[in-house]
C-alpha cells in the first residue's frame, strides 16, 4: 500500500473540480480529470491556461493532466492514489459516482467528496467497509487557487492513518490549510459565514428604519470588522441569492432543532421578491448592486434599494468605526452587534458540536472567508467579559465564553501561542 499520495483523479470538471485538478498538476502529481463527456471535460482543462485568469500557475503543468469522460474511462482511476468526487450537489448523483468509484478504485486509494454541504454519512449509507475505512470529505472553497482552507471531514469508520495520508497531502503538497471538521450541516466555515449573511439579511429591514441603508451595512460588516471590503449585500452578490435559498434550505432541514440559525433559513419578503424576479446578483447583471455604463464611459455603481424597491447611485461611506462598535450604545453599535456580535456567539455557541476546539474555528473563517482574525481571536480583543456581560443582560452565555469564564482566565489566547480548549485550559496551538 502506498504511504504517499502521488496522483489524483478528480470526477468533475466544473469550477471546483478544474480548480482541484490544477492545483495538484501544478504541484507536479499525475491528474485524471472525468465528467459527464469529452466536451465538459475538456472545458475544465482549458480553464486551466484560459488567456484570463488561468488556474494554473505554471502553464506547462497541463502536462499532467488526462481527461476522460464517465463512461469510456471509469476504469482508469485504478492508477490512482486519492479519488476526489466533485460534480454537481445532488445526493443521488454523488452516491452513484461513490459506487462507481468503489467498483475501480484499487486497495489503498484514499476517497473523498467536495461536497459544501451534504454530510458524508448520507453519501456513504450501505455502502461497504472497504470504502468506510478510505473516505471523508474534503472541502475546498472557490476559488481554490486562491483560498487557502480545506476542511476535512471524516466519517465514523475512516482509518486516521488513511486521513492522516491525504491530509498531509493537502498541507504539504497541495499548500491548503487543513481545518479538521466534524460531519455537521455546512461543516465549519459555511456554518458560521452563512448564519452571519442570513442574519444580516434579516436585520435589513430594521436597520434600514434606522436610517442604515445597504451602503452603510457593507461599510460596516467590512474594514471595521477586518472582513473583506464587499461587506455582506456585496458578498451574497457574488455569491448568489440562488445559492442563498439552496444553502437556507439546507440548513432548514439539517440544523439542529434548538439552532438559532433555523429563525434565518428562508429569505425575507424583499429578498425573496428579487429571487422570484432572477435578480440573483453579479451573474444576472446585478442584485443589490449593479454597474452602469454611462454614454460617456464612466462607471456608475447603483444599489438596488430594498427599502424603496428601486435602484438609485450607491453613496460612497467613509466608515471610521473599528470592531468596538459591536459594543457601542449606538444604531450602529446595535446592528453591528444583531448582525456581527450575534455571529461571534452563535460561533462561541458551536463547540464541540461542528469542531473540537477554538483554532479550527478561527483558521476556518480566516482561510475560507478571509476574515482577518476568527471568531475567538474577535473575542478577544473585544474583551470577553464585555461580551459576557452583554449576553448575561440579553439571556443566555455560550458555552465557550461560559468555559472561559469558569476558567478563571482572561482571554481565549495567549501571547506565547496557546488557546483554551473545551476544558478551560490553555494548549500549545499546532501548525
Ligand atoms: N462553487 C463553489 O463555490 C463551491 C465551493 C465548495 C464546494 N463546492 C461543491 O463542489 C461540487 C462541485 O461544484 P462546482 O461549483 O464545481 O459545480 P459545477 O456546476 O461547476 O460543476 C459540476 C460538474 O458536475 C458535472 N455533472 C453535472 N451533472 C452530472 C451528472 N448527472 N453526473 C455526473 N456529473 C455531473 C458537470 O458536468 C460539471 O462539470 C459541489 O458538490 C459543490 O457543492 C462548490
Same mark, same amino acid.
Given at each position: 500500500?502506498?504511504?504517499? =499520495? ?6 468533475? #470538471? ?16 499525475? !491528474? ?14 482549458? #480553464? ?6 488561468? %488556474? ?96 476535512? =471531514?471524516?466519517?465514523?469508520?475512516? %482509518? ?17 490549510? *487543513? ?59 457574488? =455569491? ?6 439552496? !444553502? ?16 434565518? !433559513? ?36 447603483? *444599489?438596488?434599494? %430594498? ?17 468596538? *462598535? ?12 444583531? *448582525? ?88 500549545? =496551538?499546532?501548525?
Amino acid at each position: 500500500m502506498n504511504d504517499k =499520495i502521488n496522483s489524483v483523479a478528480v470526477l468533475g #470538471a466544473g469550477t471546483m473540480g478544474a480548480g482541484i485538478a490544477a492545483l495538484a498538476a501544478d504541484q507536479g502529481c499525475k !491528474v485524471l480529470l472525468l465528467d459527464i463527456n469529452d466536451e465538459a471535460a475538456s472545458k475544465g482543462k482549458n #480553464a486551466m491556461t484560459a488567456d484570463r485568469n488561468p %488556474l494554473l500557475k505554471d502553464l506547462s503543468k497541463i502536462e499532467n493532466v488526462k481527461i476522460g469522460n464517465f463512461n469510456d474511462n471509469f476504469s482508469d482511476i485504478n492508477q490512482y492514489d486519492w479519488i476526489c468526487e466533485v460534480v454537481v450537489e445532488r445526493l443521488d448523483i454523488k452516491r452513484q459516482i461513490f459506487e462507481n468509484i468503489e467498483k475501480y478504485r484499487k486497495d489503498g486509494s484514499v476517497v473523498s467528496s467536495n461536497t459544501s454541504g451534504i454530510p458524508l454519512r448520507d453519501i456513504t449509507e450501505n455502502m461497504s467497509d472497504r470504502l468506510l475505512k478510505d473516505v471523508c470529505i474534503t472541502h475546498f472553497f472557490n476559488p481554490v487557487k486562491i483560498m487557502k482552507l480545506c476542511e476535512v =471531514i471524516p466519517g465514523e469508520k475512516t %482509518l486516521e492513518v488513511n486521513l492522516n495520508k491525504l491530509k498531509v497531502f493537502i498541507s504539504d503538497i497541495l499548500g491548503k490549510g *487543513v481545518v479538521n471538521a466534524k460531519d455537521t450541516v455546512n461543516f465549519i466555515g459555511n456554518r458560521i459565514g452563512c448564519y452571519w449573511m442570513l442574519k444580516g439579511l434579516h436585520e435589513g429591514k430594521n436597520a434600514r428604519e434606522e436610517g442604515i441603508s445597504q451602503e452603510i451595512s457593507d461599510a460596516l460588516m467590512s474594514r471595521p470588522m477586518g472582513l473583506p471590503p464587499t461587506g455582506l449585500y456585496g458578498l451574497i452578490d457574488l =455569491i448568489g441569492l440562488d445559492v442563498m435559498y439552496s !444553502v437556507g434550505k439546507n440548513l432548514s432541514i439539517n440544523l439542529p432543532k434548538d439552532d438559532d440559525g433555523l429563525k434565518y !433559513v428562508n429569505l425575507p419578503d424583499e429578498e425573496q421578491k428579487l429571487y422570484d424576479n432572477g435578480q440573483l446578483g453579479r451573474k444576472t447583471g446585478g442584485g443589490f448592486y449593479r454597474i452602469q455604463k454611462l454614454d460617456n464611459g464612466d462607471k456608475l455603481k447603483e *444599489v438596488y434599494d %430594498l427599502g424603496s424597491g428601486d435602484w438609485r447611485e450607491a453613496r460612497k461611506i467613509d466608515m471610521e468605526k473599528d470592531l468596538n *462598535v459591536i459594543l457601542e450604545d449606538s444604531n450602529y453599535g446595535l446592528y453591528s452587534w444583531k *448582525v456581527m456580535g450575534s455571529t461571534l456567539m452563535y460561533a462561541a455557541d458551536l463547540i464541540p458540536e461542528i469542531a473540537d476546539d477554538i483554532v479550527n474555528v478561527d483558521r476556518a473563517m480566516k482561510w475560507g472567508f478571509a476574515w482577518a482574525k476568527g471568531p475567538f481571536e474577535m473575542i478577544d480583543e473585544l474583551g470577553p467579559f464585555k461580551c459576557i456581560e452583554k449576553c448575561k443582560k440579553l439571556g443566555s452565555v455560550p458555552k465557550m465564553l461560559q468555559i472561559l469564564e469558569g476558567s478563571g482566565e482572561k482571554s481565549f489566547y495567549t501571547d506565547d501561542g496557546k488557546f483554551m480548549d473545551i476544558s478551560g485550559t490553555y494548549k500549545k =496551538i499546532s501548525d
